[in-house]
């Protein structure tokens, strides 16, 4: 990409973002919501399964609350895999423009992974739903990359999917105070304050992001 090309791509990219903040609880950003709601619940699933566990119920609300519920498994990382997950399925839809051919396969074979992950674990036909139609509008996108609207598409999802991590751990650490959240979770089991485990995720989060956007424009 010519160096031109990336200063107006990434100037339109921070422009989108500016205005989703302001559009934020609107329906216009609502969708992105759900969809990365879904993206943290699967990662919980995902990493329940691979640690020897199984998913009791999984499901999603219009609401915007979702629930996995593991027995069995290693209960640090599967507690780890929401904000980490999200976190890494929203960079490799930043970073997966940056190669048409080796990103279109990157994305279709993560969809491909949601897909069969909410087939065999959710519990409710909106998750299976919202599951199949992101995963066929991100494929569709990832066979288009080269045209410019198209990977600032994909970058503003990946992109606001990183973003809402950090709103994610916020809301863990002020608002759910009285409730069980993944952060308090990994507090009790590293016997920290849970303000710690959500400063430790927030510069995981933003270091990802510096990262995605210095390999996708560096000079």
Same mark, same amino acid.
């Given at each position: #990409?010519?160096?031109? !090309?990336?200063?107006?791509?990434? @100037?339109? *990219?921070?422009?989108?973002?500016? $205005?989703? &903040?302001?559009?934020?609880? @609107?329906?216009?950003?609502?969708?992105?919501?759900? &969809?990365?709601? #879904?993206?943290?619940?699967?990662?919980?699933? #995902?990493?329940?399964?691979?640690?020897?566990?199984?998913?009791?119920?999984?499901?999603?609300?219009? !609401?915007?609350?979702?629930?996995?519920? %593991? /027995?069995?498994?290693? $209960? &640090?990382?599967?507690?780890?895999?929401? =904000?980490?997950?999200?976190?890494?399925?929203?960079?490799?839809?930043?970073?997966?423009?940056?190669?048409?051919?080796?990103?279109?396969?990157?994305?279709?074979? $993560?969809?491909?992974?949601?897909?069969?992950?909410?087939?065999?674990?959710?519990?409710?036909?909106?998750?299976?739903?919202?599951? *199949?139609?992101?995963?066929?509008?991100?494929?569709?996108?990832?066979? =288009?990359?080269?045209?410019?609207? $198209?990977?600032?598409? #994909?970058?503003?999802?990946?992109?606001?999917?990183?973003? =809402?991590?950090?709103?994610?751990?916020? /809301?863990?650490?002020?608002?759910? @105070?009285?409730?069980?959240?993944?952060?308090?979770?990994?507090?009790?089991?590293?016997?920290?304050? @849970? =303000?710690?485990?959500?400063?430790?995720?927030?510069?995981?989060?933003?270091?990802?992001?510096? &990262? %995605?956007?210095?390999?996708?424009?560096?000079?």
């Amino acid at each position: #990409m010519a160096k031109k !090309n990336k200063t107006v791509e990434l @100037t339109i *990219l921070l422009i989108l973002i500016i $205005v989703s &903040f302001f559009l934020w609880d @609107t329906y216009l950003i609502y969708p992105i919501k759900l &969809f990365v709601v #879904m993206l943290h619940e699967l990662s919980h699933a #995902m990493a329940a399964i691979l640690t020897g566990g199984k998913i009791i119920s999984m499901n999603i609300g219009f !609401n915007l609350g979702g629930k996995c519920e %593991a /027995e069995g498994g290693n $209960v &640090f990382i599967i507690s780890s895999a929401g =904000y980490l997950g999200s976190l890494l399925f929203g960079l490799i839809f930043f970073i997966s423009p940056n190669n048409s051919k080796h990103g279109k396969w990157i994305v279709i074979t $993560v969809c491909t992974l949601i897909i069969i992950t909410s087939f065999m674990t959710a519990t409710n036909i909106l998750f299976i739903l919202l599951a *199949l139609i992101s995963s066929v509008i991100l494929i569709t996108c990832a066979f =288009y990359s080269r045209i410019p609207i $198209v990977a600032i598409i #994909m970058r503003a999802l990946g992109l606001l999917s990183c973003i =809402y991590v950090l709103f994610d751990i916020k /809301e863990d650490i002020l608002q759910r @105070t009285d409730s069980v959240s993944d952060a308090s979770v990994l507090a009790n089991i590293l016997n920290i304050p @849970t =303000y710690l485990v959500g400063i430790i995720w927030i510069v995981v989060s933003l270091l990802g992001i510096i &990262f %995605a956007i210095k390999v996708s424009y560096k000079k």
